[in-house]
């Protein structure tokens, strides 16, 4: 398989899904209800599920399936490769009429994603990594922000950890998390923030994109214990999550271990 088509497939069908996006976006169309999660899906969503599975499974027909908004199926946990979908990560800004929503598409192989786009329509920003090939935004290349922990300025995630580790990180300020888990993570790699703690609950959807556009980029995303994350598994659930630049990362990862930081 070429990896560098699948990227530029990617991209193409990620902008073109914005466009269908846009269409719904800030309008009486978009007809929102609930999954029986509670979580909100919208006529957006599902028109873009339905123009991301008909254009990226006809790339190759041995690429498994897995998106947010579609049944899932066991057949993808025989396959090597599974395109990883969130049609909109972040459905509540969606809703809300902000710009904290992102469309997320990953091409996974063997557990971890090889090429990975984002794409924010409502700014047209657009973040892409391929293994390898290091991550960008708006094709301008990302580097993620790295120091001591009392050098962190911008964290998000659970607001108690930092009122835990005040003296860790005393010049950290509380960014309240967007409603895209994905984007918190992209604008991480971006070094527009230095930390972001997730509890335990995120899937693949909303993760595999992000990940690689963050090792890309220089930076960490593991459990709070340090373990890395693989995904087309049957369960798609991931525990507690640390994501930072490698040495704040080695430090809060540490800081979790001894119970000086803890999410619960």
């Known amino acids: 398989m070429d990896l560098f088509k699948a990227h530029a497939l990617l991209i193409s069908a990620a902008r073109e899904a914005g466009l269908i996006a846009l269409k719904f976006f800030r309008t009486r169309d978009i007809n929102p209800s609930s999954k029986p999660d509670q979580s909100p899906v919208t006529a957006a969503d599902l028109a873009i599920d339905a123009y991301l599975i008909e254009r990226l499974t006809s790339f190759c027909p041995d690429i498994g399936w897995l998106s947010e908004e579609r049944p899932d199926s066991a057949d993808r946990l025989s396959k090597r490769r599974v395109w990883i979908v969130d049609p909109i990560d972040g459905t509540r800004g969606f809703l809300a009429e902000s710009d904290e929503w992102v469309i997320s598409l990953a091409l996974v192989e063997d557990g971890r994603p090889v090429a990975a786009v984002l794409f924010r329509p409502a700014t047209d920003d657009l973040y892409d990594a391929v293994l390898g090939g290091g991550s960008c935004l708006n094709g301008q290349r990302l580097s993620v922000s790295d120091g001591p922990l009392e050098s962190i300025r911008i964290f998000t995630g659970p607001k108690k950890i930092l009122q835990q580790s005040a003296s860790e990180m005393p010049r950290a300020i509380w960014l309240r998390s967007s409603a895209s888990l994905a984007l918190r993570i992209a604008l991480l790699a971006s ?64 800081a979790f271990r001894t119970g000086i930081l803890h999410f619960n």
Do not use: F
């Open 191 to 254: 070094g527009t923030i230095d930390t972001a703690l997730v509890k335990a609950g995120a899937r693949d959807w909303d993760l595999a994109a992000a990940d690689l556009i963050l090792s890309e980029a220089g930076g960490c995303l593991t459990t709070s214990d340090g373990a890395g994350l693989v995904y087309n598994r049957s369960w798609i659930r991931h525990p507690a999550l640390v994501s930072a630049g490698p040495r704040r990362h080695a430090a809060l990862v540490s």
